[in-house]
Every structure is written in structure tokens, then in C-alpha cells.
């Protein structure tokens, strides 16, 4: 009775163990500046994430299949220097301090205009400016089940307003990665924070994500002018090729004679997600047959911007040397809309002083059977 008692136990607590998870630290390179970049591995019963602090970035989610092969499920470099030469993937970063666009680099606020970098194509302002935070370094921090990565952006920083303190949390739950978000300003200002990660569930960026399966409960998105700046209408996407809401191949409508298609390239639009802000609700799920992977992506953000890598161009070479080709990962950044500093009517991303805006959004893995 005993020693059947012991055993019980000792399943018990290894079973606790391995959901709650282990965190390890090591140094994975130095900035020409001589900063020392530090990576975080996160290991739980079912999946390993590494982050590291230059960008906040997550750097590989390994996950198994439905054989129970781990593999890597997200797009990046073995080593620093391929982040630090790349200035326009963006894999894995914390993107701020407004993920997205902003129409001609310039909003009001307070009835105050501000001018911040029009770093797309010299039209219009891309995630954050030419020095966002995907291009700078952290403070990384050990907590139970993750590491939790800080960031002060000081007031004027790439022209807007407010020093702002930004707190990341990466956590893993057995299948899943947490992200919480929590940020705060000395000032009036605007903020939009995400990750893009670029996600292939084949494992080891293996092909393209075309053949993926992609189900999206949006019935509702933002339609973008040739600058991909949002007109303001929340069109219906029933009729289109932009209706998710039944699981479709991603590949099957990304070449329709749609204007909106044609804008962008392929999939890269915001849709909008039922249900109330700050509540969580489910953004999208993708499944890739051929591995057996299921992602599921939940947020408390009321939109979530669907990209297939329209931009990769093959030039460049990841972890196992493959070349990231056009459509060879996704991203599902979770966000505020598009511009939404421009547009009364959409969710506001104004963050005044004295209150604290927090955001969470899970990534959870699992398989399915042919």
C-alpha cells in the first residue's frame, strides 16, 4: 500500500512538473554595440519556446506532430546575425510602438498632430517607425513557467508622445505559449503591441503554407486603399475570398481576381473578431494536414491581422538552410485595427497616464488524426 502510494505520488508530482514547466538562460550573441543578447528556453510538457531579449523575439516553438516528431513551427536564423541583417521580417518580434500602419506617419492626438518615420515605402509608418521595438534590446527576467521582458520607451521616441514602460510575458502551459501584455505612459498617447511570428505547421519551414487549412470567426474586416491603409468600412466578408469562417485552404482563393488580393499581394488584412474587447474569444485555428498540427490562436484583441509572408522573397536562409520563400510561413498578430488613430469609429489605442492596458493572447498546439 506503501510503495503503491510512493508511485502515485511521484507520477503526480513529475506530471506537475512538467506542465508548470522549466525556464534556462543562455547568452545567444552580442549586438555591434556590444550588448550581450540573452535567449530564454521554456520547456513544458508539450511544446519548447525560445525567446530572447533583442526584439522580445521568439526565436522557435517546437511542437510535435501527430506521429510525435518535434519540430520547429516558426520561421527565423540560428544565430543573431541573421535577425540583426534583417530589417524587414520582423520573425518573432514585439512589434511597437504601434504594430501596423498608420496612414501617412502622422495622427492626432489632443489636438496635437505628431510626425512619426514613414518607413513603408516612404508613405506611411510601419510598426513603430524605422527603430521599433523589434530592433531593440530588453531586460529579460526569469518567472515561474517563462521570462517576462521590459522595455521603456522614452518620451519622443521615434516622435510619439509619453514615455511608455511595456512589459511582455511569455509563459508555456503544457501545448501552449501565453503572451501578456502590459503597458503604461507618462503621457497621452498610442499604442498597439503584437508578435509576428511567422508560423509554418509543417515543421522546419518546410514548403509553403498553402496547403494549410485556415478557419478565421470574423465576420466582419477592415478593406484596405492601395497603401494598405484601412478606408474606414467594416466590410462583410461574406462573398469574398476573405471569408474564413469555414475552415478553407489558404491556397485555394489567395489567387482570385480580387482587388483586394491583388493590394496586398496574397492574405494581409485585418479581420474584425466577435465578441467584446478584453475578452477572450477565438481568432483564428490552422491545420496542416500532411503534419497533423492544429494551432489554435486566442486573444483579448478585437482584431487579428492574417499575413502570408507575401513579402519573403527566397533570399534569404533560416535555421535548417531552407530559404524563406513567398507564402512559406503565416503571422496571426493579434492587435487593435490598422490606423485606428485616424478613425474615430474603431476600437481607440489611446493610453492616457495613471492607467495600466493590458492584452493576452495564447497559442495553443495539438493534432489531429488523418
Wanted: glycine share 10%; net charge neutral.
Amino acid at each position: 500500500m506503501t510503495k503503491r502510494w510512493l508511485q502515485v505520488m511521484l507520477l503526480s508530482m513529475a506530471t506537475v512538473i512538467a506542465a508548470q514547466g522549466s525556464v534556462t538562460k543562455a547568452v545567444f550573441g552580442k549586438t555591434p554595440e556590444g550588448k550581450t543578447i540573452d535567449i530564454y528556453t521554456l520547456k513544458s510538457d508539450g511544446i519548447e519556446a525560445r525567446i530572447m531579449t533583442y526584439g522580445a523575439r521568439v526565436v522557435s516553438i517546437k511542437t510535435a506532430d501527430r506521429d510525435g516528431k518535434m519540430a520547429d513551427v516558426v520561421l527565423g536564423y540560428t544565430a543573431l546575425d541573421g535577425y540583426l541583417d534583417d530589417s524587414s521580417t520582423y520573425f518573432g518580434a514585439i512589434v511597437g510602438r504601434y504594430g501596423n500602419r498608420i496612414a501617412h506617419g502622422s495622427f492626432k492626438l489632443d489636438g496635437k498632430t505628431y510626425q512619426i518615420p514613414k518607413n513603408d515605402h516612404g508613405i506611411n509608418s510601419l510598426h513603430g517607425g524605422t527603430v521599433g521595438f523589434d530592433k531593440l534590446v530588453w531586460e529579460g527576467k526569469e518567472i515561474p513557467d517563462g521570462v517576462e521582458m521590459t522595455l521603456v520607451s522614452p518620451d519622443g521616441d521615434q516622435g510619439f508622445p509619453g514615455t511608455l514602460t511595456v512589459h511582455v510575458r511569455y509563459t508555456v502551459h503544457h501545448a501552449a505559449l501565453r503572451i501578456d501584455y502590459s503597458s503604461s505612459t507618462t503621457k497621452d498617447t498610442v499604442v498597439n503591441l503584437t508578435n509576428h511570428s511567422y508560423f509554418n505547421l509543417a515543421g522546419n519551414a518546410e514548403g509553403t503554407i498553402l496547403d494549410e487549412e485556415m478557419m478565421i470567426p470574423a465576420d466582419k474586416y477592415t478593406p484596405v486603399d492601395a497603401g494598405l491603409i484601412p478606408t474606414g468600412v467594416l466590410a462583410p466578408v461574406e462573398g469574398t475570398p476573405l471569408d474564413f469562417r469555414k475552415p478553407t485552404v489558404i491556397g485555394s482563393r489567395i489567387n482570385d481576381d480580387n482587388e483586394q488580393l491583388k493590394r496586398a499581394g496574397g492574405y494581409d488584412f485585418n479581420w474584425v473578431l466577435r465578441g467584446k474587447t478584453g475578452e477572450m474569444k477565438t481568432a483564428a485555428r490552422v491545420y496542416d494536414p500532411n503534419s497533423g498540427r492544429v494551432l489554435t490562436v486566442t486573444t483579448t484583441e478585437p482584431g487579428v491581422q492574417f499575413y502570408t509572408g507575401n513579402f519573403l522573397n527566397g533570399v534569404k536562409y533560416g535555421k535548417e538552410q531552407e530559404s524563406h520563400v513567398k507564402h512559406g510561413g503565416l503571422c496571426l498578430e493579434t492587435q487593435h485595427f490598422p490606423d485606428s488613430p485616424n478613425h474615430p469609429s474603431f476600437p481607440s489605442t489611446e493610453l492616457k497616464p495613471g492607467i495600466t492596458r493590458h492584452s493576452t493572447t495564447v497559442f495553443t498546439f495539438s493534432t489531429r488524426a488523418k
